[in-house]
Structure formats: structure tokens, C-alpha cells
């Protein structure tokens, strides 16, 4: 169970070597979508060098406008597996639907999004995996929502979850979500799991990336999961709240100097 009640001691996701939880931050940073095979390898680079543990790139991608590009989809699962090789960085990407369980094998935590918190079948299935699962809150859930979602997941036997805030919809349009600060406090108090915070999705906009980090970092989150583009302006997806590799570092910068790293 997710409940802090019945299991006081923190959880602590472990992934190639990489420990997320239970005193261990990390940083997950990438592209939105994964673009091209050269693309991810560069980014995956950049941010290993600045000091990220795990790469992030969407290869499904749950767009508002069925017009909007929609990932790479299979291929861009194979890119970033090119990317693991490459740096040995352990990656992070987004599944949709239940029927491309197979394609993620290789895969090193499967990503819930947003869209897709309330996916029960999904969830299900996720649970009968032995695989980390990377859990996003819902555009307009609860908190309470949000850990019966986990408890989903758990209730089949999968108990390597990690929760991520990504900002909420509220009434204000000045920021793309709200990052909801007091989610990270809560969520560890009431929960074992670890928790980590998307400020890239919470901002929409880029300078805002490095404030929220530092928020999420001083309320208590065992990592981050930042969208960097090697081009942000001509990014697929997301470019508005991308930052570019330099930026990154910039950010890693002045995170490195509030929580350790490994
Ligand atoms: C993403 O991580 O690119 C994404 C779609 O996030 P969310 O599900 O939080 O909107
Ligand atoms: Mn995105």
C-alpha cells in the first residue's frame, strides 16, 4: 500500500545503480518528444555532462490536437535505447496505452502522464510489471486521486512507483499549471513513495524552471524531471518551457548547491 501507516520507511527506486528516495535526489532532464536519433544523443550528452542521472524524451505523446506532431512512437523508443548505449544513462519515457506494454520492455521506468492518471486499465497492467513507473498527478486531481492511483499500481504487485507533481489547473492562465508546493510535503508525509517535481509542465515557461526547482527542492522532493532542447525554438513539443542544454547546467548549478548528489 501507499499509505505511510503500514511501511514508515521511505521507498527507494533503484534503476542501473541509480537511487531515487529515501535521502537520494536525482535529475531527470531531456526533450519533450524525441525528434531524431542524433537529437536525443545530443541532448542525453549535454545533460549527463551537467549532471543528470536519467534521461526523459516522449516517443508517445499525448498532444491536445490530434494534428499536433504525435512522437516518434516505436522509433523513438529505439532512439533513446541508442542513447542508452551511448551514455549509460537509464531512460524515462511515456506509455499510453496498454497494448504497447511489449515495446517498453527495455525501457527503465515507464512514465504515466498526466492525461493518463486515471487510466485504470493502464494502471492495472503496469502493476503485473517489475518495473519502476513514474506517476504524474492529473491536470485536475486530488491528492487523495492521485495515491489511489498509485495504490492501482501496488494493488498488482508493483510497488517501485515514483510520484511527480506537474502543477494543477487553476483559475490562473499566467503560468501554464500551478505548481503545487504544499503536493510535496503532503505527499510525503501521507506516503512512503518518493516524489519528485516537473517544473518545466508546472511553468511553461522557461525562466521560470530554475525558481521552481529551488522551491521543490526546499519543500523536500527527491529529484526533478526539467525538459532541455537542443533548440527549444524549433522544439516539436513543448519549446516554450524547454531549456537549452547551457541553461540546464546553469540550473543544475544552483540546484548541486542545495541537496547532494551521489
Ligand atoms: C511530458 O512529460 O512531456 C508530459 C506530457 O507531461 P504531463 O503528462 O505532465 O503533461
Ligand atoms: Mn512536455
Request: aromatic share 4%.
Amino acid at each position: 500500500a501507499a499509505n505511510r501507516k503500514f511501511h514508515p520507511d521511505d521507498t527507494v527506486v533503484e534503476v542501473c545503480g541509480r537511487k531515487i528516495g529515501g535521502g537520494n535526489f536525482q535529475v531527470i532532464a531531456g526533450p519533450c518528444s524525441v525528434e531524431s536519433k542524433e537529437q536525443i544523443k545530443e541532448v542525453a550528452r549535454d545533460v549527463q555532462a551537467s549532471g543528470a542521472g536519467l534521461l526523459r524524451g516522449g516517443a508517445y505523446k499525448p498532444r491536445t490536437s490530434p494534428y499536433a506532431f504525435q512522437g516518434l512512437r516505436a522509433e523513438g523508443i529505439e532512439f533513446l535505447l541508442d542513447a542508452k548505449k551511448e551514455t549509460g544513462m537509464p531512460i524515462v519515457t511515456e506509455i499510453m496505452s496498454a497494448a504497447h506494454i511489449e515495446l517498453f520492455r527495455d525501457v527503465d521506468i515507464i512514465q504515466v502522464g498526466a492525461r493518463n492518471m486515471q487510466n485504470f486499465e493502464l494502471l492495472k497492467a503496469l502493476g503485473t510489471l517489475n518495473k519502476p513507473i513514474l506517476l504524474k498527478r492529473g491536470l485536475a486531481n486530488t491528492i487523495e486521486e492521485f495515491l489511489m492511483s498509485a495504490e492501482y499500481i501496488m494493488a498488482g504487485g508493483n510497488e517501485n512507483i515514483i510520484l511527480c507533481e506537474r502543477g494543477i489547473r487553476t483559475f490562473e492562465t499566467a503560468t501554464r499549471n500551478t505548481l503545487d508546493i504544499s503536493a510535496i510535503p503532503l505527499l510525503k508525509q501521507l506516503s512512503h513513495l518518493p516524489v519528485v517535481v516537473d517544473p518545466s509542465h508546472a511553468a511553461g515557461l522557461t525562466s521560470l524552471v530554475e525558481p521552481l526547482s529551488k522551491a521543490a527542492i526546499a519543500a523536500g522532493a527527491d529529484g526533478l524531471i526539467i525538459e532541455v532542447h537542443n533548440d527549444p525554438k524549433h522544439a516539436l513539443s513543448d519549446g516554450a518551457q524547454s531549456l537549452t542544454p547551457q541553461q540546464f547546467g546553469e540550473v543544475m548549478d544552483s540546484v548541486k548547491r542545495m541537496v547532494e548528489f551521489e
